[in-house]
């Protein structure tokens, strides 16, 4: 049990979340210069106002927060787990003085999923938004891919010791290089690369499908930072299903596959090690469960006759899939074609997928094919123990950015992450139903937005109860940082509120 | 005035002769897809976005409200659309004839309707956003108070380096 907080706890963790506020403040500089460019002179208030609002709670913090003491394990955990929720109400609002939200829950309820790059809103009408708002829509989105606290890492922390424990607390442990700091830039470079990359793909498709080329580029800007993240925000409201296109959907799978990859494999091709593609755990993993999860949605579609063609069946059933698996998140299809036409098979096949997820240490959410190669790897072994005399030795290997044996420690993580997961998926299905809701929707609606995935069934909307708002934003949290900054802090809560 | 007589009786025309085809909305096309699947529908809403042209065709996307849908139509037919939904206007309010695909064999399985007619029942008009000034006030105090604050705080680093 965690020993009761004392003042300089709290000081250490009011600091390095007083620095993650700062750089969300900071942050909203880009859409603010956006809605000055475009003349959004009432946009532009809008953001001057959460900007300075941002930045006196960040400066108030870190003020209240000098501390000389080193920070451990845990700070960096609690840090990671308040510095979320402390943004995310200061990021919403922006989103509320623009007039397109309800309640100051559903702006909360928008930003987190930005962060969290699952994608599902509670936004009023869209199709009307200004290019500020949806700038920063995006950008929340982009930067909730790589991390507020690898933004906040690479600019504003500069202590080694508790940079490093802030990173893990945000559910991430690969070390691209030994220098957390250096990791941190790694990942900004492989974005910004890719982010010019995908843009420009994203531009050029756009003229050709006849959007004029200004907004095909600011199209191509938005719908690249919510691929690459696997966000799945987009600028109008029929999400990817606007463009009424092949070659621009094409175009965001490869982006939003390649963004479902851990950063490592990113780091290792660009180093030369390209084969590690092929044998690394995770791109297997990926490959076999989206290849049988294809197989069975397809023949559930198939069955039901819901497709006209192959053609069909690759733009509706193949992208509605894929797009989940990498949790991605946008859609070709309404939200309600899922419950109306989809049927049982097809949507069970979404649902494994979608709580599967993409890569570790990628912008990708979900159990992560890292866990699913390691329990499978684990059942292998234990069946082959089983099958053969008790005195047999078996040495379990697999590939991960090397040559590694499958040891026991390992695979109790894995299966307690997996079971965390289920629990809280299991927890929305459950509050979706109480909610009235039938338990396939409810189902549905949880596995999205515990896999931080962003697709819908067409639960998520403004009208829903505040209670559902209140656990999607807690699985979505939960979620995204993989549960031990979410278990820290609620700990850091009970031990703060005991008596002694 | 006979311009501004007939625009006004335009939408009471549009009903009167929509008898021949459902008037429906994004949300029983979607409900109901099945049973409006291939059939002549009426879908009334606002031009959003912008449209897009591919060869002799375009695409528009028409929202009732609840949901925007994809209109596939000739050339011709788009351009009666002048002034599209977007942040700084209201777009033309446009009914549209024409047959409903719940998934389109011609558009890669799309939910579309491929127009046979548009007609503009009322133009559209720019918005303007004037700026409010209590969040203008609300934004000078907060970054004045942020940058005493953060002034505050680089004192405070100083402090600490040296000592």
């Not at chain 2, 879908?43 to 060869?55: K, L, S, V, W």
């Not at chain 2, 399985?109 to 503009?120: L, R």
Request: aromatic share 12%.
């Amino acid at each position: 049990m965690v020993s009761k907080p004392r003042a300089d706890d709290f000081r250490l963790i009011a600091y390095y979340t007083g620095k993650v506020t700062v750089g969300v403040g900071i942050l909203m500089l880009a859409p603010f210069a956006t809605a000055l460019l475009c003349g959004e002179w009432s946009v532009a208030v809008d953001f001057a106002v959460g900007l300075g609002a941002a930045l006196v709670l960040g400066y108030g913090l870190c003020l209240l927060g000098v501390c000389r003491r080193e920070p451990t394990w845990l700070h960096g955990m609690v840090t990671a787990g308040f510095s979320w929720l402390v943004v995310m109400a200061v990021a919403a609002l922006p989103y509320r003085l623009s007039g397109h939200y309800l309640s100051y829950l559903d702006c909360m309820f928008d930003v987190m999923s930005g962060f969290t790059t699952t994608g599902l809103v509670l936004i009023q009408d869209l199709d009307h938004v200004s290019i500020g708002l949806n700038m920063w829509r995006h950008l929340l989105t982009f930067v909730g891919g790589q991390g507020i606290i690898v933004l906040a890492l690479t600019f504003l922390v500069k202590d080694a010791a508790g940079g490093y424990k802030l990173y893990v607390g945000e559910g991430k442990d690969e070390r691209l290089f030994p220098s957390v700091f250096h990791t941190a830039k790694a990942i900004w470079k492989i974005s910004l690369v890719y982010l010019a990359v995908g843009t420009a793909a994203l531009w050029i498709s756009g003229i050709a499908i006849g959007l004029a080329p200004g907004s095909a580029f600011l199209h191509g800007l938005w719908v690249y930072m919510a691929a690459w993240s696997t966000g799945g925000f987009a600028p109008m409201s029929q999400n990817i299903l606007y463009y009424h296109s092949t070659l621009y959907e094409a175009v965001t799978i490869v982006f939003f596959v390649i963004g479902s990859f851990n950063f490592a494999l990113h780091h290792a091709v660009w180093t030369g090690n390209r084969k590690e593609v092929y044998r690394n755990i995770e791109t297997v993993s990926f490959a076999t469960t989206l290849t049988v999860l294809t197989v069975v949605t397809c023949y559930g579609l198939m069955k039901l006759g819901v497709y006209p063609g192959a053609v069909a069946l690759f733009r509706k059933g193949f992208y509605q899939l894929v797009s989940g698996h990498t949790t991605t998140g946008f859609m070709t299809i309404y939200a309600r074609q899922f419950a109306r036409e989809w049927g049982d098979t097809a949507l069970l096949a979404m649902i494994v997928a979608m709580l599967f997820g993409g890569s570790a240490c990628s912008t990708a959410g979900g159990f992560k094919g890292l866990r699913i190669g390691i329990l499978a790897k684990a059942m292998v072994q234990e069946t082959r123990k089983m099958l053969k005399p008790a005195s047999a030795v078996f040495v379990q290997r697999f590939h991960y950015h090397g040559e590694r044996t499958l040891g026991e420690q390992q695979v109790r993580s894995a299966a307690l992450i997996v079971i965390l997961y289920v629990a809280i998926f299991a927890l929305a299905t459950l509050v979706g139903c109480l909610c009235g809701y039938p338990v396939l929707d409810a189902a549905f609606e949880s596995a999205s937005v515990t896999g931080n995935v962003g697709l819908s069934i067409g639960v998520t909307v403004a009208s829903m109860p505040a209670a559902l708002k209140l656990t999607y934003i807690f699985n979505m949290w939960a979620g995204r940082l993989e549960f031990m900054a979410v278990l820290a802090t609620a700990g850091f809560l009970v031990a703060a509120l005991r008596r002694r | 005035m006979r311009r501004r007589v007939f625009s006004a009786l335009l939408p009471l025309l549009c009903i009167l002769t929509g008898v021949a085809s459902a008037q429906v909305s994004s949300v029983e096309l979607i409900e109901k897809a099945a049973e409006f699947d291939g059939r002549e529908v009426e879908f009334r809403g606002e031009a959003i976005g912008e449209p897009m042209r591919r060869g002799d065709h375009a695409w528009i996307n028409v929202n009732d409200g609840a949901n925007a849908v994809g209109i596939w139509a000739d050339g011709g037919a788009a351009a009666a659309v002048r002034l599209y939904g977007s942040y700084r206007a209201r777009g033309d309010a446009v009914l549209v004839r024409g047959v409903f695909h719940r998934s389109c064999p011609e558009h890669g399985g799309d939910f579309d309707i491929h127009a046979s007619g548009i007609t503009v029942i009322a133009p559209g008009t720019a918005v303007d956003h004037p700026v409010r000034i209590p969040p203008l006030i609300a934004a000078v105090l907060l970054l004045a108070a942020a940058l005493a604050l953060h002034l505050l705080w680089r004192r405070r680093e100083a402090f600490r380096g040296r000592s």
